[in-house]
């Protein structure tokens, strides 16, 4: 089995800054790709950001030079810098990481439960 675990969200000011953490364990023999999206209530969910195995990162024009994404690949880890935060960021946040597991020839697709980022004053 393998699960994800977000932290790092919470209540902050605008123009603040939060660092949302995703962490995976369990059966895993590789990731190939992690990324971060939000939904906000009464909205669908929505790519924020994206990085693969090699580094290649992309984001949402909407939080473009304002939130970057990162990993520790030895901890299996990513993380989401977000900064300059404006209360239409408020949302449920959460990670995906595809993963292989050991024994498979595929990847599947692994989302965390969410962590909930509120900007308000």
């Known amino acids: 089995q393998v699960q994800l675990v977000e932290s790092g969200g919470g209540l902050v000011q605008p123009g603040g800054s939060l660092r949302l953490s995703c962490a995976a364990s369990?059966?895993?023999?590789?990731?190939?790709?992690m990324g971060w999206y939000r939904q906000a209530p009464g909205k669908e969910r929505e790519l924020l950001a994206a990085?693969?195995?090699?580094?290649?990162?992309n984001y949402a024009d909407s939080v473009k030079a304002r939130f970057t994404i990162s990993t520790d690949n030895a901890k299996n880890t990513v993380y989401l810098q977000m900064n300059s935060l404006k209360p239409e960021d408020t949302a449920v946040y959460y990670c995906?990481?595809?993963?292989?597991?050991?024994?498979?020839?595929?990847?599947?697709?692994?989302w965390g439960k969410g962590t909930l980022v509120t900007v308000s004053s």
């Open positions: 369990g059966r895993i023999a590789r990731i190939n790709d």
């Open positions: 990085i693969t195995s090699d580094g290649y990162t």
């Open positions: 995906k990481q595809t993963i292989r597991t050991p024994g498979s020839s595929y990847f599947m697709a692994y």
